[in-house]
Structures are given as structure tokens and as C-alpha cells.
């Protein structure tokens, strides 16, 4: 995205009013002031703590009378009026009218003002008047021009010296600066350099977690670190091999192979059967960033603020691609009702229009529970390529299970007697049964003894899974799930 053209589109297109929400106050004012120099106008800069700067004529305002700046601007003649930080003032109504009445003589005089803030809640009565702008985020040529900027830095600093690097630690931290502003790219690329003049995979990682950290203060999207792999995950044949055929369209040229560019599946089932497992595993197996969508962080209790989240979640998924956003129970977050006015409805708007415009690569992982709370346009085919139901698992998937979860916990699994482990365990979700190994390790411990198949099964027996607990509900599910979906394993 070229932010000097879209901005001075905006501006040509005699909107009176602009509001540009963001965090680089620096980069928003060096756009501004080479759109000015290109059209020869005059821009002219307020803050409270400077007042009013530029080629003005009359008695300066006090910097912090804001009320007093805008009664400058009112009087003054055409060009670009920009507000640094203006927010806390919009409660004033008189601050409010005098805009309103700079924008509705914006055709006897050609004023724009520009607001420029990290929020912004426009009053209603200005709405109308005024045209919103987002920077855009660095793509991945982007932060690859920020990276050889500071590298190339670093170099002039530091006379005969080279920044050393592995290529497999350069492309990881290209592909993990994404999805952030360029300021904090610039800082993240330069703090990995830095150190030592050197670009490690050790380096990466507290890149990596620094970002994490950094995102998570303000962003409904949490970056999932533990991404997993499918070795971990016991059966699911048919997903791993349907995402298996498809993991070179999708990291590749898909054009260039005649293939289109896969968009993401749904996956139903009975809870604790590996579904949030085969998500993150998803992102481990193709090697990218795995996101997760906080439907709980996402709801706002101010109207539109919920929108506005998922629209930022959105947007830093689209710079962070190609990557996996994973939506957890998505029932939880666009399920429509009639209790909410409307709320739900705009989200599931903004949810459609991204999953069917988006021309980048981000694969969407959504997990449901129950997937008729779910509206019909979200799953029809188009929306998502394919949904699979992981069902309870059977007696191959249960031993593998056993033997994945004993493993973890340095047990031998040839040490045990599986028939009678998986003859106790019959109707037993994923979860179900590495609960009653962590369970029988507690029990052989508190005994001081080695765990062994009598404890697994006397915890087994303690244990009533959800299929017993739940059966008649399970049963649905699955019974609805057998003519509609694709079976995972």
C-alpha cells in the first residue's frame, strides 16, 4: 500500500475533516508535510504543549488553549490543519461546533483538519464530515527494506565490521516482524542486531518473544509460540494428509502451479479431542506464525469497539501472512442473535467481507463445538475449503495417544499392557486419557512406587468421560456430523 497516494486521495477528494489513528505520530507528520511540499500548501502543526506552528497570521494562541487554536484556524485561510493528540478535547462543545463550522465553510475556504491520535472516538455530529485513515503495515518487502536499513546502519556505526547472520535466522525474523508498525519493526530489527553485529536463531527467539509481548498489551490477538507438530498428534489421517497436498500452494506460487491459494477449514467435534492440538499443529507442520483469536478480548463494552478489533486483528493477520489465525470456538464470537443490537451481526459482516476479499495468505483454523449456532453463510463452501469432524478417537488412535502422553513423561510404553489399557478406555476423548495418565503418575508417586497399567486402569475406572456424561448430546453431534462433514481421521 502506498500511504502518501491513499492519503492524498483523501485529502484531494475535499473531505474537511480526517482522523488518523495511530501510534507514529513522526511517520503520519513526514507524510503530511510531503503531501504539503507536492501541492504547495501550507500545513500547519497544534499540540498542547507547542500551539499552533506555522505560516499563520494574528495573535498566536496559548498552547494549551485548544479552544483559542481552533478560532485561529477558523480565521485562517486554506491548507492543512493538523491536531496532534485532540481526543481529550472533543468533549468540549464548543471545541465540537467550532469544527464543525471550520468543515461546513470548507467550501468557501479550503481548511482540512487533520486529527492524529492513538484512539479517536469521532462525536456524531462531526461523523458525517470526516473520513478515517490507518497507516498500513510493512509487508514483507517492507520490513525487509527496515532490516537492510539497520543493518546497513549498524555497518556505518561500526567501521570494518560486517553484520554476520545464519539465512535461516535472516527469512525466520523477516517472517516474524510482520504484522507490527514500522517504528517497532525498526526497533526490533535493530535490537537483534545490536547485541553483536550478528543475526542468530538464538538472537530470533527473544526477537520473537519481545514481540509477542509487545503486541499482547493491545491487540485481541494472541501469538501462539508452542505451534506444535503432528507427530504429536495421535490419528486425524485424512487432515494431515489433506493439509499435506496442500502445504506447497500455500507457502508456494499456487498461481504458478495452477492452484488456488487454499483458505482455511472448520473443525467440529467432541471437545478434548485434539482440535485446538491439530490447529497449532497446522502452523508447526508449515512452518509459520501461529495466531489466535481472543473472542473474549475481542467484545467491547463501548458500540463499535468491537468491530474496530477484529478489523486491527484482521489487518495484523494480513501483514503477518503467510500464517495460521486460528479462531478457538468461533460459535463464541459471531453466533447472530437478537439480543445485542446487532452487534454480532456487523461482526459476522466484517468476518465475510475479509474471508472473501483477503488476497493474502493466511489460512484460517476455526474450531467449533457446535457448529448449528453457526450462521450458514460462514460455513458454505467458498467461505472455507473443507470441514472435519474429529470424532471420538478409535482403538489405533487411543494406543497412539498412550504411547505419545507416556513418552512424554519418560514411561516406556512397551512396559505396559495396552489391550487391557484400551478395552478400559472405549469412548475416552484425547484429553480423557492423558488426564488418567497425569492422574495414576500421582497415585504411583503418593504410593512411591513405578507407574504401571494397574494404576492407569484404576484411574480409568475412577473416570466418567464426556460421552458417558454428555451422551445424548455427543450422539447428535455426531449423528449430524456424519452426512455433513469430512471425517479428520
Avoid at 478560532?71 to 485561510?77: E, I, L, N, S
Avoid at 518487502?141 to 546502519?153: R, Y
Avoid at 484411574?459 to 456424561?469: A, D, G, I, Y
Wanted: glycine residues 6%; hydrophobic residues 45%; aromatic residues 6%.
Amino acid at each position: 500500500m502506498n500511504d502518501q497516494r491513499d492519503l492524498e486521495v483523501m485529502i484531494a477528494s475535499r473531505f474537511p475533516i480526517i482522523a488518523i489513528e495511530s501510534q507514529e505520530e513522526s511517520r503520519v507528520l513526514k507524510l503530511l508535510s510531503r503531501i504539503a511540499a507536492a501541492k504547495s500548501v501550507n500545513c500547519n502543526v497544534w499540540s498542547v504543549a507547542e500551539g499552533l506552528r506555522g505560516p499563520l497570521s494574528g495573535q498566536p494562541a496559548k498552547p494549551s488553549d485548544a479552544t483559542q487554536a481552533l478560532r485561529q484556524v477558523d480565521a485562517a485561510g486554506p491548507g492543512l490543519y493538523v491536531l496532534l493528540d485532540f481526543h481529550p478535547y472533543l468533549d468540549n462543545p464548543v471545541n465540537v461546533r467550532l469544527i464543525r463550522k471550520i468543515a461546513q465553510d470548507y467550501e468557501l475556504t479550503p481548511r482540512t483538519l487533520i486529527l492524529v491520535s492513538h484512539g479517536l472516538k469521532v462525536p456524531p455530529e462531526l461523523e458525517k464530515l470526516t473520513a478515517h485513515f490507518r497507516l498500513s503495515l510493512p509487508d514483507a518487502e517492507g520490513v525487509k527494506v527496515i532490516l537492510k536499513e539497520e543493518v546497513a546502519a549498524w555497518e556505518a556505526a561500526n567501521p570494518g565490521q560486517k553484520v554476520q547472520g545464519e539465512r535461516e535466522a535472516f527469512d525466520t525474523l523477516l517472517r516474524h516482524l510482520g504484522g507490527m508498525s514500522g517504528e517497532d519493526v525498526r526497533r526490533l530489527a535493530r535490537s537483534a542486531i545490536a547485541e553483536n553485529g550478528a543475526i542468530t536463531m538464538e538472537q530470533v527467539g527473544r526477537i520473537v518473544s519481545r514481540k509477542h509481548e509487545m503486541l499482547a498489551k493491545d491487540s485481541v490477538l494472541s501469538f501462539e509460540l508452542d505451534t506444535g507438530r503432528f507427530s504429536d498428534v495421535a490419528g486425524l489421517a485424512n487432515l494431515k494428509k489433506w493439509l499435506e497436498q496442500r502445504k506447497a500452494a500455500f507457502l508456494g506460487d499456487a498461481a504458478a502451479m495452477g492452484l488456488d491459494v487454499p483458505k482455511g477449514i472448520m473443525l467440529l467435534g467432541v471437545q478434548g479431542c485434539g482440535k485446538s492440538l491439530a490447529a497449532k499443529a497446522t502452523a508447526g507442520a508449515w512452518a509459520v506464525p501461529l495466531m489466535r483469536l481472543d473472542f473474549g478480548s475481542l467484545y467491547n463494552k463501548y458500540v463499535g469497539e468491537t468491530e474496530r478489533n477484529l478489523r486491527e486483528a484482521l489487518e495484523v493477520a494480513d501483514a503477518m501472512a503467510p500464517c495460521v489465525l486460528w479462531m478457538d470456538e468461533i460459535e463464541k464470537g459471531v453466533a447472530t442473535n437478537d439480543n445485542d443490537g446487532g452487534e454480532s451481526r456487523r461482526l459476522l459482516g466484517t468476518l465475510l467481507t475479509w474471508m472473501a476479499e483477503r488476497k493474502t495468505k493466511v489460512f484460517l483454523v476455526a474450531t467449533s463445538n457446535d457448529i448449528e449456532r453457526l450462521p450458514p453463510e460462514l460455513v458454505r463452501k467458498g467461505r472455507l475449503d473443507e470441514i472435519f469432524f474429529v470424532d471420538l478417537p478409535d482403538a489405533k488412535s487411543r494406543e497412539e495417544i498412550f504411547r505419545i502422553h507416556l513418552k512424554r513423561r519418560k514411561q516406556d510404553p512397551a512396559t505396559f499392557d495396552m489391550p487391557s489399557m484400551l478395552e478400559k478406555c472405549e469412548g475416552f476423548s484425547g484429553a480423557e486419557i492423558e488426564q488418567a495418565v497425569v492422574g495414576a503418575l500421582y497415585a504411583a508417586h503418593a504410593a512411591g512406587e513405578q507407574l504401571a497399567t494397574a494404576n492407569v486402569i484404576a484411574e480409568l475406572e475412577r473416570t466418567r468421560p464426556l460421552s458417558v456424561v454428555m451422551a445424548e448430546k455427543i450422539a447428535y453431534l455426531r449423528m449430524w456430523a456424519a452426512d455433513r462433514t469430512v471425517k479428520a481421521d
